[in-house]
């Protein structure tokens, strides 16, 4: 599904063992004058009329035509050091999530990353969550897929802007595509932006997108070990949703072990037990919502 | 699934490191990853030689340290380390919330000549 699953390697990489040969077999040790005892193929010429006094990585090109030599030349070992870096490895994304929540937080928006696995209901429940909303927060929704805008379609049937992030092959949303997509899309006026994540437990969670809460949805249907083989996006969840409760008895739910598990892989998440379905537990939820837009908005004086 | 991109982000990060401290090739490339990180080592491993040929780390070495969760147990008072990505604290089986690490995703160091 995804550009980064590694298709279209190369195969064995031939240079990586010349490279080992000449670093192994003939590292030179540069501060002494060459003297060569071994014979070079044809086309080589290099000049031993000089010393060498650096330390420069050695790359001669010459073949030895006999593997016998046993000269101890030692280029490398001198010149090499060592660079201690401490950096994030995705430090670009982290700075533009902060920049993204600095412009939500200048709004008095609060934001909401959604995510689960494709199928739990995301796109259904952020729908009817918008509509409960709607008499006290107006709200925005920005939504990533892979592929086609038929969520993006089903979300705009609850009234809300929204804005479709086509990521092509890449299976998650990262801040520079949210930050693109805030171009798109009209804040004037809103409250709180849903983010709708792509549909994936896995790779979402390493990027940041300058969200104030992870929701994490986990479906009835799903199995209720499913925060046990996915610790560490359940962990990032500042909330963790249960979906299709309706179907729960369909489907031999057992309760008081999804939400042990949750406990277990989230133990400080606010837990929603919902059917977008029948309205249950989306009370709670848009309760919930209202009293962090309040929280948000106090948090910054000058929001409007 | 995404460790080819954390791996070009990495790569792209060393690169230019390498190339600030005037390297002209790069032996190692040392990683610190997280428990909770989301990343599976073996696959960055998997990226590294995918994306490595053709530039100056080509033929590097890639070592990764993992780095294992800890969290605070606030009944305890005390940090403890868990082996399986769980907060259970060891002593008094509560489930603590706080995380203090395991989701580093880090460029440690290089090794340059």
Redo the contacts between chains.
């Keep these: ?6 298709c279209g ?2 195969g064995e ?1 031939p ?2 063992v010349s ?2 040969h000449q670093e192994q077999a003939h590292g030179h040790g540069h501060d002494h004058e060459h003297e060569h005892g071994h014979e070079h193929g044809p086309g080589h010429h290099h000049d031993h009329g000089h010393p060498h006094p650096h ?3 050695h790359t001669h090109a010459h073949s030895h035509a006999e593997a016998d030599h046993d000269h101890a030349h030692d280029a ?1 070992d001198e ?15 982290d700075r533009l999530a902060e920049r993204n929540r600095g412009f939500f937080r200048a709004r008095g928006l609060l934001v909401l990353n959604v995510l689960s696995s494709p199928g739990s209901g995301k796109t259904t429940f952020i729908r009817e969550s918008v509509r409960k909303l709607a008499p006290e927060l107006k709200t925005g929704v920005i939504v990533g897929d892979l592929a086609t805008d038929n969520d993006a379609q089903r979300l705009r049937e609850s009234g809300a802007p929204v804005v479709q992030i086509t990521t092509g092959t ?3 949303l990262e801040a520079e595509m949210v930050g693109r997509a805030l171009k798109r899309l009209d804040l004037t006026g809103l409250d709180l932006l849903i983010i709708e994540n792509v549909g ?1 437990l ?2 979402p ?2 990027y940041d997108l300058g969200e104030d809460l992870r929701i994490v949805l986990l479906s009835v249907t799903e199995g209720e070990d499913k925060p046990l083989k996915y ?3 359940f ?2 969840a500042g909330v963790v949703v249960i979906s299709k409760m309706d179907l729960a008895q369909a489907c031999g739910y057992d309760r008081d072990t999804a939400l042990a598990n949750i ?6 998440a606010r837990v929603f037990e919902t059917s977008a379905k029948t309205g249950q537990g989306l009370d709670a939820w848009r309760e919930f919502l209202l009293q962090q837009h309040q929280e948000r908005k106090a948090l910054d004086p000058l929001a409007p | ?6 791996m070009q ?2 790569l792209s ?2 690169l230019d ?2 190339r600030q ?1 005037g ?3 790069v ?1 190692t490339i040392r ?1 610190r990853i997280g428990a ?4 599976v080592p073996d ?1 960055l491993e ?2 590294f ?2 994306l490595t ?1 053709g530039t100056m780390a ?2 590097a070495q890639l070592a990764v340290e993992r780095v294992p969760a800890r969290f605070w147990c606030v009944a305890c008072t005390r940090e403890f380390q868990s082996d399986d ?4 604290c060891p002593d008094c089986h509560s ?3 706080e ?1 203090r690490a395991g ?11």
């Design positions: 599904m995804c550009e980064n699953c590694g390697l190369p990489n240079v990586g490279a080992q330390a420069h990585p490398s010149a090499r050091r060592t660079v201690e870096v401490r950096r994030a490895i995705l430090e670009k994304n890449v299976c998650h994936n896995v790779c969670a390493s610790p560490p996006m962990q990032s406990r277990r892989a989230a133990p400080t | 699934m995404h460790e080819l991109s954390i982000s990495a990060l060393a490191q390498a401290a390297a002209v090739r032996h990683l909770l990180s989301g990343v696959a998997f990226a030689e995918a040929p080509e033929g990505m769980f907060a259970e489930l603590s919330g995380l989701r580093e995703m880090e460029l440690a160091s290089l090794e340059i000549d």
